[in-house]
């Protein structure tokens, strides 16, 4: 009888990665009178987290636009995916940015799809 080889597994320092989504969004309006304005963001969510039978993705975005002032979107967290055919799905997000310039911003938005071409 043959004895079978044992396996052998290598480690490597590898990072495997899963899918990103790219978002874009604009804030709602904030303050009153002439100073009433909002601000567009854009960006990629990170990794996917396994959460429960779906995942999400966070988001961390520095910046957004505006003349004087800017908002961060910090430890943002998708909601679970939402299939839109095809093996495809999009993420719904809500939230509000850091306090600036005396006030904070409400926004909701959908990602993109992931990998769109594929």
Known sequence: MQKKKPTIKKKTNLVVQRHVHEFE????????????????FAGVTGQAIRVGTSHVHEIDLSKTDFLNHFH??????????????????????????????????????????QAPLV
Do not use: C, Y
């Open 25 to 40: 969004g604009s804030t709602k309006l904030a303050e009153v009178g002439a100073d009433r304005h909002n601000h567009r």
């Open 72 to 113: 961060n979107l910090k430890k943002i967290r998708t909601g679970p995916a939402i299939s839109v055919g095809n093996g495809k799905h999009v993420h719904f997000v809500t939230g509000q940015t850091t306090l600036n310039d005396g006030h904070m911003h409400q926004f909701n938005f959908a990602t993109l799809i």
